[in-house]
């Protein structure tokens, strides 16, 4: 068998181990076929339909009724203040710059106060109230510069809405 698998080898350019493996490969196909035309019984295989259109028409009618739902809502909604939306889910309060009215003595304004300045937050106002404590008030509006969160920019918006009382 061993010289008849060298010429094979030889004439087809296969080692002898992976003539071995293709007959194997080989034997096991044709057992499969066998096994399946001989044994395989055609009867126990049935295929059952199943009817979904009463289960699809349920689906589709809450679909509408959800949707018809829905656009009710939106129109029910038109006189939505859109602006208040927003600013629900802002952390900081969002004031206008037209709710500002006079100015402020900044070693007694509130963080309330602080927060309806133009840029300052609750995290600033805090800053703010807590440098203030240290340094038993603020003598010159200068200073709020060292405080972390205010710069230049903030710092010139905010100083025309501040005073200090000697």
Sequence with gaps: MK??????????????????????????????????????????SVYKEFDYSKQDS???????????????????????????????FNKSKVVKKNKISGKFDINKIDVEGLISLPGIGETTAEYIIKYRTEKNGIKDLQELL?????????????????YIKN
């Design 3 to 44: 010289d008849k698998l060298k010429k094979i080898s030889e004439k087809i350019g296969f080692t002898e181990t992976e003539i071995k493996v293709i007959l194997f490969l080989l034997a096991i196909f044709i057992i499969g076929f066998g096994y399946k035309y001989l044994f395989f019984d055609k009867n126990k």
């Design 58 to 88: 349920l689906f589709y009618a809450a679909i509408k009724r959800d949707s018809l739902e829905n656009l009710n809502k939106i129109k029910n909604e038109d006189n939505i203040d859109y602006k208040q939306k927003v600013s629900d």
């Design 146 to 162: 060292n405080i972390k969160g205010i710069g230049n920019l903030k710092f010139n918006k905010i100083k025309k809405y501040l």
